[in-house]
């Protein structure tokens, strides 16, 4: 068993799945945003897309982290997303070829009056328990300064 950082900054356990399937790391896997999800109040919900792009079948569990960058090198701006836990953690197998996908809500930055904005390439995404991280391109306005959450992410499902 191995430690991988959590989006907390807390260790978490990385351990093969059941089955023997291991578990989906950014290296086999693409990622893609559906913004057809709607939007209300200021918000805007779309779906994060992860892909399995290797050879062979692997799981992903639970949450994504999830930032806004100014580039695909970059580092995070402002707060990382907060997990949503409305919707029910599973295991999903996902062969290769196949996909999960997670809710992103954003809250659009000019809520906010104390927002320090700043323009945002897109997101950073980090697989659940992987310390390797994908990137997707989708301009956006963030906020730099701390403690305005403009980010929330469910708990990935099977597609």
């Not at 809250?107 to 980090?126: E, H, L, M, P, S």
């Not at 390797?132 to 301009?139: G, H, N, R």
Request: hydrophobic share 35%.
């Amino acid at each position: 068993m191995t430690e991988s950082p959590s989006t907390t900054g807390t260790s978490v356990p990385t351990v093969p799945a059941a089955g023997g399937a291991t578990s989906c790391k950014a290296a086999s896997l693409s990622a893609s945003t559906d913004p057809t999800g709607g939007g209300a109040a200021g918000s805007v919900y779309e779906k994060l897309i992860v892909t399995n792009t290797g050879t062979v079948a692997c799981t992903i569990e639970g949450f994504a982290g999830v930032s806004l960058t100014a580039d695909a090198n970059g580092a995070p701006i402002g707060e990382a997303a907060t997990r949503d836990t409305t919707t029910p953690v599973t295991t999903v197998n996902l062969a290769p070829g196949k996909s999960a996908w997670a809710q992103i809500r954003y809250t659009q930055a000019g809520n906010y009056g104390d927002c320090t904005k700043v323009a945002a390439a897109g997101f950073r995404i980090y697989p659940p328990n992987d310390t390797a991280s994908l990137f997707v391109a989708e301009p956006h306005g963030a906020c730099s300064n701390a403690g305005i959450k403009l980010l929330t992410i469910t708990a990935f499902q099977a597609v």
